[in-house]
């Protein structure tokens, strides 16, 4: 059996930068508009304290196809235990052959394809000239997502808010020391979001942080947190009166805040306005007017783990990063089970 390509967080990190990781990510959202690719599969299982996902897509990119398997483990009271709330591997497999290709770390991926998704959506449905940023949880993904906007759009003040204070500090911290807009630290969340051309919740919350009544006409919200039937940031009246995209309907109808619009009984299915692939297909329009609000529901899809990972492996092979382990012997980490990648 061909050996398998191992790569470490640092190696991802070092692998994948924001701008071709969002490259990549429109592109497999254009290919789903299209329906060029298989339909991506999700499966959720929920343990004490947290929960499991296994996310399913593949790709077409690069030398082979290959399906990419993500696992990850989202346990929200993990940073108090000096842990990452989220963890996880993705295992890649030739498409053909089922042949074991790499095995990496699932955080930087999940950090980058998740903002970088947003950004994509944002291009398309947030206003062009759109500049005040509100980011509703200050963790990693809030920290991801103000620098992938900064990308697409002209922000220029950039607003925190999150019901840990001392996230907010943090990250105000951080940011003073890049080159970056003017940022706030909320006191008052409603008044900062009236003021808001685009909002992005990133947060664990079971019960919705952003309502309606705050959203200004024009918006464009992003609902990233949502990605488990329990999980719930937005209020449904919000989505009700919003164009409503979904990166994959199916998804969203079970586990993101379309399920709670829908259980709530204030939408139907139908009422979604599209997926971000067929907007970016040109199959179905996106902004048309300044005044149009949109709310994306984004619940991760693994066409964007897949996308992203047919760039690190291909940039590990390049640049001989990571090391093989050959999975078929007996004890692969026994002298000689392992060795330093070789793209002979």
């Known amino acids: 059996m061909p050996d398998t390509l191992v790569l470490s967080r640092d190696d991802v990190a070092a692998l994948l930068d924001a701008k071709s990781c969002r490259a990549a990510v429109e ?13 991506p599969g999700v499966l959720g299982y929920h343990a004490p304290g947290g929960g499991f996902h296994v996310k399913v897509g593949e790709s077409r990119a ?10 990850n483990a989202n346990f929200p009271l993990n940073p108090g235990r000096g842990l990452p709330t989220v963890q996880g591997l993705i295992q890649v ?4 052959t089922g042949v ?17 998704a947003t950004a994509v959506a944002a291009r398309y449905l947030a206003r062009e000239g759109a500049s005040v940023l509100t980011v509703i949880g ?19 003040r950039v607003q925190l808010w999150d019901v840990d204070g001392s996230a907010c500090a943090r990250l105000a911290a951080e940011l003073a020391g890049e080159a970056c807009p003017d940022v706030t630290i909320l006191e008052d969340l409603a008044a900062g979001v009236r003021h808001s051309d685009l909002v992005v919740t990133c947060t664990p919350s079971t ?12 918006s464009f919200v992003a609902g990233v947190g949502a990605d488990a039937e329990d999980k719930h940031e937005l209020d449904p009246d919000l989505l009700a009166s919003s164009k409503v995209v979904a990166d994959v309907l199916d998804q969203c109808v079970s586990i993101g805040d379309l399920h709670h619009a829908l259980a709530a009984g204030v939408m139907r299915r139908e009422d979604a306005h599209a997926e971000i692939g067929q907007i970016v297909a040109g199959l179905r ?22 996308a992203a990972c047919a760039v690190v492996i291909q940039r590990a092979r390049e640049k001989r990063r990571g090391f ?17 990648v070789d793209h002979t």
């Not at 497999?93 to 053909?96: A, P």
């Not at 963790?139 to 992938?148: F, N, S």
């Not at 019960?207 to 024009?218: D, M, T």
């Open 62 to 71: 690069g030398r082979a196809p290959f399906v990419a398997v993500k696992t």
């Open 100 to 116: 074991p290709i790499a095995v990496m770390d699932s955080i930087e991926i999940t950090i980058l394809r998740t903002a970088a």
């Open 285 to 306: 329009p996106g902004r048309t007017t300044d005044a149009e609000t949109f709310v994306f529901d984004s619940t991760g899809m693994a066409l964007q783990d897949a």
């Open 138 to 156: 200050c963790g990693v993904q809030g920290r991801a997502h103000i620098r992938a906007l900064q990308e697409v759009r002209p922000i220029e």
């Open 207 to 218: 019960r919705p942080i952003l309502q309606a009544a705050w959203v200004a006409p024009g």
């Open 27 to 39: 592109q497999a959202f254009r290919q789903h508009g299209q329906g060029l690719a298989v339909p």
């Open 93 to 96: 497999f030739d498409l053909g």
């Open 324 to 340: 093989h382990l050959d999975f078929s012997t007996t004890n692969p980490f026994t002298p000689g089970g392992s060795h330093e």
